[in-house]
Structure formats: structure tokens, C-alpha cells
């Protein structure tokens, strides 16, 4: 899939709400407006909406059902002024707006739905003031995507029209205003135009398998016989391996410089390992000397939860016990 530079819009509708996915965390931010909110108006219902949008890359986690579909945005029917790019994975269909060279957008409009209910007037045409997705920018935009939840689609292939209001500008001036559509099949009298997108199904996710295990910082052990549990000198800014069962390597822990007596841990799992879903899968207990004797990490004091970083108490050694889940093969 080709990256795209595009905006995310957080959309609430009286209809739809768009909502950026839970990927969005792993977003790389290039550039952030939200101090400028976009001010919205659902004409047919006279109500203000709102929407913040920042520019981003899309990315690795949108894991597309299929290659990304592009069309030239035609404005006055006769000059490329950009792209019109439409994709979707399991959750969502995007659809994107992007302006090249030295056109700019001033609106957008868009229907994406059963090709029998575009919306269209008496002689055929295409009504671009009733598409449901609908913004007018505050200023002049070059990206603009559009997040549509496939569960408000209909099955199968799909129209999409695609409008913009657009100008082009020279040297800081607008010359020319003209509308745009996504290039495709034209519909009633006029130019205006459709295109149709055929919604992939994605191949069913891999069945992943995990084995409950207890996981230890790898070290010196506790014990010379029996338990195999292990605690760790602290050393700062180097990872140190932890395994769970003894062997499997399930993840990394990384102390930081101390800072003000205190020292920051860092968990980091490895080979599809995860926390377990407990209330104290992370017990870690400082030492001033090495310890010995068989461990009870039930009692540890210094930290007892499930958070993958957390702050402690500077010492010289840790005992840092955990409750993973490690990869395995699935039963036939």
C-alpha cells in the first residue's frame, strides 16, 4: 500500500460518528492543528458541529483488505487538481482528498453508499449539498480523509462521490474556483461524476495460542537448588533479558539512571509474549544486598500491579516477577 500524507477528521454526526481507530496511538504526528477547530453545519438540519483534524501518516495497523483505489479529482471537468484515494481493512472504509500543485480545497462533500440512493435532483443530477459527509475548512487544505465505519455500508461494491470545492492559487491569490469530483462515471445531465469501489473482505486473522507461564529478570538465582527464580543487579540503560519457564525469552527489562533516588523501569515484550490479565501480573522487590532464600512474590513490596513502566525506589538488586502469556502452538 502506498503511503499517503492525509487528516484524520473526528466527526460527530446525527447519523454516523467517525472516530479515529485504536490504531491511532501508533500514529507518527507530523503536524497538529487542533487549536483551530473546524466549524461544521448539517444543512438539512440546521445543527454546528465540530471536528479537529492533524495531519498524519497513515499507518502499519490500518492493515488494508486490499491495494488503495485512485481516481484524478477533476475540477471544472477538464483540470487534474489532485487525487481521490478510497481503501478499507475490517473496521472502516477511508476515503481521501488530495489537492496538488496549485490547487487548494475550500470544502468537501461526499457520498459513499448504495449507488440507487445517491442523492440527486428531478433531472438526474448530482446534489452535492446533501451528501451526508460534509466541510467547509476554515482555511485552505491540500489533505482530507474521511474514516466510514463498514457497518453503515452496504455489502459488496459501493458508489462513491466524491466533491470538493477548490481554487487555484498563484503567488498568495486565488485565480480560479472550481468544482471538483472524483473522476469517473457521470451521472444525469451534467459532468458531475461517480465512481464505484468493491469493499475487500480481509483473510480471517491467524489464530494466535498462548500458555500461561511465570517470568523472571534473568540474574543470579535465588536459590542454588529447587526454585529457579532469579533477581538482577541493577545496571542502568541495559536491557536484560526475561524469560519465562526458565528458557522461553518472553520480553526485556531496562532500568534508567536514578533521579532523585528513584529509578524507572521499563518492560518490553518479545516473540508475541503479553502480560497476563490479572491485577498483579508485574511484582518487583528491591534489595540493598543480594538476597536468599526461596522468593514469595505475592508479599514483594516495592511495586504490585500491571503497568509496563513504572517508578521505584533506587536499590542495588531487583527481583522482578511476572505473569506472561507466551506463544504456542495451537492444538489441531
Not at 90 to 95: A, D, G
Not at 153 to 158: A, F, H, I, Q, S
Amino acid at each position: 500500500m502506498r503511503k499517503i500524507v492525509l487528516f484524520f477528521a473526528v466527526i460527530a454526526m446525527s447519523a454516523i460518528t467517525i472516530t479515529i481507530s485504536s490504531c491511532s496511538n501508533d500514529l507518527s504526528l507530523i503536524e497538529e492543528e487542533s487549536s483551530n477547530d473546524l466549524d461544521l453545519v448539517e444543512e438539512e438540519s440546521a445543527v454546528a458541529l465540530t471536528a479537529g483534524t492533524r495531519a498524519v501518516e497513515v499507518p502499519i495497523c490500518l492493515d488494508p483488505c486490499r491495494d488503495v483505489q485512485e481516481v484524478r479529482l477533476m475540477a471544472g471537468q477538464y483540470y487534474e487538481a489532485g487525487k481521490v484515494y478510497v481503501v478499507n481493512n475490517r473496521e472502516n472504509l477511508y476515503v481521501a482528498y488530495e489537492t496538488t500543485g496549485e490547487w487548494k480545497m475550500k470544502a468537501i462533500h461526499l457520498y459513499v453508499g448504495a449507488c440507487d440512493k445517491l442523492p440527486v435532483n428531478k433531472s438526474g443530477n448530482l446534489v452535492p449539498g446533501q451528501f451526508p459527509y460534509k466541510v467547509e475548512f476554515d482555511g485552505l487544505k491540500t489533505f482530507y480523509y474521511v474514516e466510514i465505519p463498514l457497518e453503515t455500508l452496504p455489502e459488496g461494491c459501493v458508489c462513491v462521490a466524491a466533491h470538493a470545492e477548490v481554487v487555484k492559487v498563484v503567488n498568495g491569490e486565488i485565480v480560479r474556483s472550481e468544482t471538483a469530483f472524483g473522476e469517473g462515471e457521470k451521472v444525469g445531465k451534467n459532468w458531475f461524476m461517480k465512481f464505484q469501489y468493491c469493499i475487500a473482505l480481509c483473510e480471517p486473522p491467524a489464530e494466535v495460542c498462548y500458555q500461561d507461564e511465570t517470568a523472571w529478570a534473568a540474574g543470579s538465582r535465588y536459590v542454588t537448588q529447587g526454585n529457579w527464580a532469579t533477581y538482577t543487579p541493577y545496571v542502568a540503560n541495559t536491557p536484560i533479558n526475561v524469560y519465562a519457564g526458565q528458557t522461553y525469552l518472553v520480553g526485556t527489562v531496562t532500568f534508567s539512571e536514578v533521579v532523585n533516588g528513584k529509578v524507572t523501569i521499563t518492560l518490553a515484550a518479545l516473540n508475541g509474549a503479553r502480560l497476563q490479565n490479572v491485577a498483579e501480573s508485574v511484582k518487583i522487590q528491591g534489595y540493598e544486598t543480594p538476597p536468599s532464600g526461596n522468593p514469595s512474590p505475592g508479599l514483594f513490596t516495592t511495586y504490585k500491579g500491571n503497568q509496563s513502566t513504572v517508578i521505584v525506589d533506587a536499590y542495588a538488586y531487583y527481583g522482578i516477577h511476572l505473569d506472561v502469556q507466551r506463544v504456542v502452538d495451537c492444538p489441531d
